[in-house]
């Protein structure tokens, strides 16, 4: 049966155009964020990675912000190419407490990109 | 590059059967985990292992086992697969507690 409520959200863009995708993370005590990148049939790719110390970390073609008031991270892409066409899942991790730094996963975000 | 190779890309399995996924990694590290993706219901952790011979459960891991006898190895053991079974299944390693993890390529598994 259908999974109702249980679809990704997408974001559509143009070639050339700035992308930027959002995360909302749950856990207050999380002290590292990572967004990867899950192309069709391909297992998760790492992007970027940030440190709760920071609020900013750039990558090539890539940025991430951290803001721990609200507990939102987003992910920037820039000039955002047809092959950046995936889904990208933000992750957060706990390296303290008793979930011994266990990864914990968003659902993801659809990002297409038209020609 | 690190590389973590996962035995099967695409496997087929009847109700009832034992099946092994088997998940190799190349740099010596010390946590490995195994997931399993379904649509609409992300990646949810099955079992990991933080050293050679230790494991823990994860959120999901009824109806799985794990081994890990080599550093370099983790298995995952559906001990009678079922067809709620069928899914995506991703293995993953890093350095330590609080490293980026890397992922292999994943296993479709079907359970018919």
């Known amino acids: 049966g259908e999974n109702v409520g249980l679809h990704l959200p997408t974001l559509s863009v143009q070639e050339g155009d700035n992308s930027i995708i959002n995360c909302a993370y749950s856990n207050s005590a999380s002290d590292y964020f990572i967004w990867y990148k899950q192309e069709s049939g391909k297992g998760p790719q790492f992007i970027i990675d940030?440190?709760?110390?920071?609020d900013k970390r750039q990558g090539q073609r890539v940025t991430v912000l951290l803001n721990k008031t609200v507990k939102h991270l987003s992910l920037q892409i820039a000039a955002t190419q047809p092959g950046d066409s995936a889904v990208y899942f933000c992750?957060?991790?706990?390296?303290?407490?008793?979930?011994?730094?266990?990864?914990?996963f968003g659902q993801g975000t659809i990002l297409t990109v038209h020609p | 590059d690190v590389k973590v190779t996962q035995s099967s890309r695409y496997l087929v399995k009847r109700t009832g059967e034992k099946v092994f996924l088997e998940c190799v990694q190349d740099?010596?590290?010390?946590?490995m985990f195994w997931y399993r993706q379904d649509p609409g219901l992300g990646l949810r952790l099955i079992y990991f292992s933080y050293d050679v011979k230790m494991k823990e459960k994860g959120d999901i891991p009824e109806g799985y086992s794990v081994s890990r006898e080599k550093k370099e190895r983790f298995s995952l053991i559906l001990e009678s697969a079922s067809t709620n079974q069928t899914s995506m299944y991703l293995c993953a390693s890093r350095w330590d507690i609080d490293g980026k993890l890397f992922f292999g390529s994943g296993t479709q598994l079907s359970v018919l």
């Open positions: 992750a957060e991790n706990n390296a303290g407490g008793t979930s011994y730094g266990k990864l914990t």
């Open positions: 740099m010596d590290h010390e946590n």
């Open positions: 940030i440190r709760s110390n920071m």
